[in-house]
Nanobody
């Protein structure tokens, strides 16, 4: 069973930067594509970014492209989300997710493609 634990969320000012981490354990996480999603209370979960199992392929939502960078360190079983130029509309609970099909070639923005989820970490961006 894969377990994902996010950390790093906090209150930051608009224009600031922050890095979220997702520590994974169990299963063969290094073979899974990983994603970051976010959700505001009362709204649907939104795709943020995804990274292939090798780290060689990444995909971003239009709203985060150019500001956010997803990366991974398979030796540490950790996925990161570096967020720059933060805006108040980035405020949300951020979730890490794992696609449990090993060595999948394609990245997907749909949340139903990801089987394992963390508990989330809150990011609040003040204006």
């Amino acid at each position: 069973q894969v377990q994902l634990v996010e950390s790093g969320g906090k209150l930051v000012q608009a224009g600031g930067s922050l890095r979220l981490s997702c520590a994974a354990s169990g299963g063969t996480v290094s073979s899974y594509n990983m994603g970051w999603f976010r959700q505001v209370a009362g709204k649907e979960r939104e795709f943020v970014a995804a990274i292939s199992w090798s780290g060689g392929n990444v995909h971003y939502a239009d709203s985060t492209k150019g500001r956010f960078t997803i990366s991974r360190d398979n030796a540490k079983n950790t996925v990161y989300l570096q967020m720059n130029s933060l805006k108040p509309e980035d405020t949300a609970v951020y979730y890490c997710a794992a696609d449990s099909t090993s060595y999948r070639a394609d990245l997907f923005p749909e949340d139903w493609m990801y089987e394992y989820w963390g508990q989330g970490t809150q990011l609040t961006v003040s204006s």
